[in-house]
């Protein structure tokens, strides 16, 4: 008897410290709602872009990407975020799509503007950066390596040095 009431003090201990670990992680990782006006933005390439992803400022969580679709007159890509209400963008604010690093998630990055003019809820931002993935930024890296140094005539080598004729 004395052995299964240990057993059970010792299960609810362990469920206890579990579920305190879940709520600090929870409340620590900024996954609670935010409250706050909407705004919209539409880009040509989102590059894998989630539900639930970030939406920052100068590298501060300012938001959260509510939802994604798909403008059916443009096809563009269309993001709606939440905004804090202690932050009130500008009207000329930028957005784009960054990531993390290298292998990181994506988030929204907002580029605050200068306007004295402030974004109503629902309002739409219309200065916008597409995302260019590693493998879009190679490839114009490469081109633009290559564009200036069109390869060698067929022949001699291009180091080897030619007379000119009447020498």
């Given at each position: 008897?004395?052995r299964?009431?240990?057993e059970?003090?010792m299960?609810?201990?362990?469920?206890?410290?579990?579920?305190?670990?879940?709520?600090?992680a929870?409340?620590h990782?900024g996954?609670?709602?935010?409250?706050?006006?909407?705004?919209?933005?539409?880009?040509?390439?989102?590059?894998g872009?989630?539900?639930?992803?970030?939406?920052?400022?100068?590298?501060?969580k300012?938001g959260?990407?509510i939802?994604?679709?798909?403008d059916?007159?443009?096809y563009?890509?269309k993001v709606?975020m939440?905004?804090?209400?202690?932050?009130?963008?500008?009207?000329?604010t930028?957005?784009?799509?960054?990531?993390?690093?290298l292998?990181?998630?994506?988030y929204?990055k907002?580029?605050?503007?200068h306007?004295?003019e402030?974004l109503?809820?629902?309002?739409e931002?219309?200065?916008?950066?597409?995302y260019?993935?590693i493998?879009e930024?190679?490839?114009?890296?490469?081109?633009l390596?290559?564009?200036?140094?069109?390869p060698?005539a067929?022949?001699?080598?291009a180091?080897?040095?030619t007379e000119?004729?009447?020498?």
């Amino acid at each position: 008897m004395g052995r299964n009431l240990i057993e059970t003090i010792m299960g609810a201990v362990v469920l206890a410290v579990a579920g305190f670990f879940l709520a600090f992680a929870w409340r620590h990782a900024g996954m609670d709602e935010i409250k706050g006006y909407t705004v919209t933005a539409q880009f040509a390439g989102i590059g894998g872009l989630d539900d639930g992803a970030d939406v920052r400022i100068n590298g501060i969580k300012v938001g959260n990407v509510i939802s994604q679709g798909l403008d059916p007159v443009t096809y563009n890509a269309k993001v709606k975020m939440v905004i804090s209400n202690d932050i009130r963008l500008p009207t000329d604010t930028e957005a784009s799509i960054a990531a993390e690093g290298l292998l990181g998630g994506k988030y929204v990055k907002l580029i605050p503007g200068h306007a004295g003019e402030r974004l109503a809820d629902g309002a739409e931002l219309t200065k916008t950066k597409d995302y260019k993935s590693i493998e879009e930024m190679v490839g114009q890296l490469i081109f633009l390596a290559t564009a200036d140094n069109p390869p060698a005539a067929t022949g001699a080598p291009a180091s080897a040095p030619t007379e000119a004729p009447g020498q």
